[in-house]
């Protein structure tokens, strides 16, 4: 498969099946997104993977009590967090992608783009490997509450969650704006 076709293909998957992510398949995937390219060779990201079942028990619940106090879940009758809390122990794998803030803005700001190629690049190394996954930015990541229960230091951000699983089905392409209705040339 060629570069430009994996690009155009790659879907995010939000529906997992139940076969399990080795962890050594993640750590393959890894290291081949780790070339990305970044300022300075600062490789300014560290990954925390959640794949056994304590794991993401423990994130399920970690992720409603960092929500709780979001009105959207705040106001949820304690059978429907119940079943919110079931379905993200449900998800095969987690990869928190976790990125060390430079004091410095400016490479602040390439570390972050270099986060992104990485996680891009993981997306679709996985692809490649029928693995799919969905990056999640939800504003609670942002939490104190879920920074510290991860162990996420002073000093660093998480950039993303990668939700990653096997899948069944692929859903189908959404139309892009061609790039020459947003090109402007000089």
Same mark, same amino acid.
């Given at each position: 498969? !060629? #570069?430009? /076709? &994996?690009? +155009?293909?790659?879907? !995010? #998957? +939000?529906?997992?099946? +139940? &076969?399990?992510?080795? /962890?050594?398949l993640v750590l393959q995937?890894?290291?081949?997104a780790v070339w990305a390219p970044?300022?300075?060779?600062r490789e300014p990201w560290r990954f925390?993977?959640?794949? !056994?079942?304590?794991?993401?028990?423990?994130l399920a619940a970690l992720t409603l009590e960092a929500s709780a106090h979001l009105k959207r879940v705040k106001l949820l009758p304690s059978k429907l967090k119940e079943v919110m809390r079931k379905k993200l122990a449900e998800i095969p794998a987690n990869l928190i992608v976790v990125m060390t803030e430079d004091k410095n803005e400016h490479k602040r700001d390439e570390d972050f783009a270099a986060?992104?190629?990485?996680m891009q690049n993981m997306q679709l190394l996985g692809w490649e490997q029928k693995l799919g996954m969905i990056w999640s930015t939800v504003d609670f990541i942002r939490s104190l509450v879920f920074r510290s229960g991860l162990g996420v230091r002073e000093g660093e951000r998480i950039v993303g969650i990668l939700h990653m699983g096997f899948f069944d089905k692929i859903p189908k392409p959404k139309t892009r704006t061609p790039a020459e209705a947003k090109l402007v040339v000089w």
């Open positions: 498969m !060629s #570069i430009a /076709q &994996t690009i +155009r293909e790659r879907r !995010s #998957i +939000r529906a997992f099946n +139940r &076969t399990p992510v080795p /962890q050594d995937l890894l290291n081949d970044n300022h300075g060779l925390i993977y959640v794949g !056994s079942a304590e794991g993401r028990e423990k986060v992104c190629c990485l």
